[in-house]
């Protein structure tokens, strides 16, 4: 039998990346909002400073969780996070990153994380409800909102039997309704922000409304600049914690898509001042 959700209201998010002020702040607002239950959608580790405390409260606060794949890797103890990043500078950054939480995560933590569900399935408000990291085919699977068509995704949707499917993996928030009435959410990153300039934390917002779905991205912010410095002085590359403070990504450029990346370059050249 297939578990339901008697919640008008979910809320969901992903890419925690060890980030402890932010994933603080995410569910502090969830639950300001009424939102819960709240859906982790996995990738505890790597990037920020606080690997092992992400998990502690995550399992403290009874936040249930999809394994992502760096999930996966640190709790088999894999040889690297299996992001799926081709290019090299973003292998290079990734294996630091990886080698950073992977000395600091407990034999405790690890065995929760190769626990965890690679999915989870649900029905809410008469729909269902397909929970993933990447993507339903695997684990660590992009999917972009400019490289993912309608037909694909409907196909995605059908082949995996779900008329809502969210997932993260990309850093990148996006929303699209089919015109089957099925939906495809990506929650984005709540341990690193959007690439859009915007220090902070994101995560998705799912409210049914006399029987329509909305779906909402809501932008938290917290102490960027405490967390950053706790990132230098713990030897994490300069790079992650410019990141932090700026809200511009400064590495993983390798894998974004032609038209995220020309997105990202307008809104840059929108933010910067103009010279007189």
Known sequence: ??????????????????????????????????????????????????????????????????????????????????????????????????????????EASRAWLRALPAEVRFEFAGRRVLLCHGSPRRQNEFLWESAASEPFLEWLCREHDADLLVCSHTGLHWHRALSSGRHVVNAGATGRPAHDGRPGAWYAELTVREGALEVSFRHVTYDTERLAARMDAQGLPPEFSETVRTGWWTTCFGSLPVRERIAAADARLAAAPQSR
């Open 1 to 106: 039998m297939t578990e339901r959700v008697a919640s008008t209201r979910l809320a969901l998010f992903g890419g925690v990346y060890a980030n402890l002020p932010a994933l603080e702040a995410v569910l502090a607002d969830i639950a300001s909002r009424g939102a819960e239950p709240g859906w982790c959608l996995g990738d505890l580790g790597g990037f920020g400073p606080d690997p092992e405390e992400c998990v502690n409260l995550l399992r403290a606060r009874a936040v249930p969780t999809v394994q992502g794949n760096y999930d996966h890797s640190i709790g088999h103890r894999l040889a690297d996070c299996a992001c799926g990043y081709t290019d090299p500078d973003d292998q290079r950054f990734a294996q630091l990153s990886y080698d950073f939480t992977d000395a600091r995560v407990s």
